[in-house]
């Protein structure tokens, strides 16, 4: 089971690899954003949902922003030669969201999207302010700050709004961290097989 880590450490030395791994992010913040809007009611879309949604697409295109200035511009589409297990990262995302479907047990689309974005977020917070300092050693400083902020307000929202909820699965949300951990060391896993 590959970590974060282990893949940057082949990443660094690999720019063209690196590259895509970027385009993979940007893809990954774009699902992420779309999922945002296709899992709500348009009649029940609230201000603070809208300003999610917007700043993933902004995640997506500093993502994508980079992977063009690593890969001098080659890097356009999100197409399979564009990313890096890309394959993985459609699997790694549509996994949470159908894993944590399947826990409710009831369909309840306000929870599904709550507890998939913290999840998601979580694991943002965990690795994007390494990535950020990283980044800044190949040449891109403090590329992903913004990023950072804003992906910690999420949390903090999505962590506010789930104290409203009133749910046996909020009560098991260590079970979940515990089945997005094993989803993304297999993307991981991916990725690494990818760079090889
Ligand atoms: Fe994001
Ligand atoms: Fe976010």
Redesign the pocket.
């Known amino acids: 089971m590959a970590s974060f880590d282990e893949v940057m450490v082949q990443l660094v030395k690999r720019p063209a690899q690196h590259a895509k791994f970027l385009n993979t992010l940007s893809l990954l ?1 774009y699902i ?2 779309r999922k945002i809007l296709k899992s709500q009611e348009a009649s029940t879309i609230t201000g603070e949902i809208l300003g999610h949604a917007a ?2 697409i902004r ?2 295109q500093t993502f994508k922003k980079l992977a063009l200035k690593m890969s001098e511009g080659l890097l356009e589409t999100y197409q399979d030669e564009h990313l890096l297990a890309g394959v993985g990262a459609r699997q790694y995302i549509q996994a949470i969201d159908q894993g944590v479907a399947a826990k409710l047990k009831v369909p309840h689309a306000a929870l599904n999207y709550l507890l998939t974005t913290l999840l ?2 979580e694991r ?1 917070n965990r690795i994007y302010p390494g990535y950020d300092l990283i980044l800044t050693e190949c040449g891109f400083p403090s590329a992903l700050k913004a ?1 950072v902020r ?2 910690n307000t ?1 949390l903090h929202d999505v962590r506010a709004a789930l104290q409203h909820m009133d749910n046996q699965l909020i009560q098991s949300l260590d079970e979940l961290r515990v089945f997005e951990a094993g989803l993304f060391s297999r993307f991981m896993d991916q990725v690494l097989q990818a760079i090889h």
């Open positions: 913040e992420g954003a700043e993933e995640h997506a998601i977020e943002a990023i804003e992906e999420h």
